[in-house]
């Protein structure tokens, strides 16, 4: 069993830690914080981000950002890997995956989850409560993927791209680096970087002017 380190001591760590304790695989589970604080639901907080090398002297080899903004999760990710941590795959016992989709380290598999054949997800993401990603999906790194999203077969997703609460994109959809895609929108073909969509079929949100 080895020890777990978690960065992030926020709402969105709440879950992350009851899936990593779910799993029953780590002797130990600690976080970081930049906020000051000793403990953080019942575990100990070691410190702030000063605290890396430390948390891996201590034996604390793994780890997984949680926190939810992909930005600031994969500057993170990146800063913890160049102290020489190894990013965790956290996957809640509840959550179904195919034997021949792949999760690459850093990534958590919520409770419900589904990741069906031939997935590939990549490093440092987020698949949230109950989505659902289909057949030959490809998820770049550090996405964000909402409860309740469900994703059809052929999917393919760019890197840090967000997609909110109960979103849906259509079999062979694409959707862009850094683009958000809102809630309970319905991707049908595309959507390009760094591009918000919302809506029904989703379209892009146009600019409020002041």
Known sequence: MTKLLLWGAGGHAKVVLDCAGAMRTFQNIAFIDDAAMDEFCGHPVLGTRALLAAALRQGYSEILVSIGDNSIRAACFALALEHGLVGATVIHPSATISPSASIAPGTVIMPGAIVNAGAR???NCIV???????HDCVIGDHVHISPGVALGG???IGALAHLGLGAIALPGATIGERAI???GSVVLKSVAPTTTV???????LAPVYC
């Open 121 to 123: 997800i990549g490093c």
């Open 128 to 134: 949230n409560t109950a989505a659902i990603i289909e």
């Open 154 to 156: 052929g999917v393919r």
């Open 181 to 183: 895609v809102g809630a």
């Open 198 to 204: 919302v809506g029904v079929p989703a379209r892009v």
